[in-house]
């Protein structure tokens, strides 16, 4: 955005907030329009501000903003509904999808059908679906839409997968019929194929479908550590 435009009217979904001065604080909201950004809520901390019942992360908002810097001053904010609080292990997978956004995603950098695939994932969770399947359904999208979408039916020589044979995942290339004595975790094919087609119906693709993902993700955060998976396990510990 150039000069000190305003922006109105945009749904966007709140990943993360912290505190700026005394009263203030700085939202990192994932907007369907204009990608993630961050935007200074002025006074969103004082005990009576009308902010403190809006900005309600996993819910959908209308914000408007202003500001020509790196980080835009909120205008407005509403509060739109129609979606389930989650609770529990939903609310645990939650601030794992929002911290991929974090992790993985430019800012500024437009993403609607990812926009609507996060709000599709939350949705689901709240009302009961499949951990499993939800979460990779959202991982591939969210790969697709940052320009690493998988090879799933065609291996990296261009044959088409079987079904019937194992293969290792390449990072940025693709499936390769593993051998013998392969020292790479390995595929059934009708892995792949269940993956891409987002059929979990069968127990082990659904397995291997976690441990390719994990693998894949792993490598985009480049090192970087996810919290939220640490907490996760941790509490499965206990």
Known sequence: MSGKQRVDGQQVFLLHSYPYSETSLVLDIFSRDHGRLPVLARGARRPRSALRGVL????????????????????????????????????????????????????????PGLFDAYAEALMALANGASDGAELRRFEKTLLKEIGYGLRLDSDVHGAEISAGQRYVYLLERGPRIASADEVLPTFAGKTLL???????????????????????????????TLQSRRVFMELQEL
Not at 57 to 84: C, I, N, Y
Not at 92 to 104: R, S, V
């Open 56 to 111: 309600i992360g996993f819910q959908r908002l209308e914000l408007g903003w202003f500001g020509s810097g790196e980080v835009k001053t909120l205008a407005r904010a509403e509060w739109l509904g129609g979606m389930p609080l989650p609770q529990g292990r939903c609310l645990l997978l939650g601030y794992y999808l929002n911290e991929l956004l974090l992790k993985l995603m430019q800012r500024e950098d437009a993403h």
């Open 194 to 224: 269940d993956f891409a087609a987002d059929d979990y119906a069968d127990p082990r693709s659904l397995m291997e479908s976690k441990l390719l993902m994990r693998q894949l993700i792993a490598h985009q955060l480049d090192g970087k």
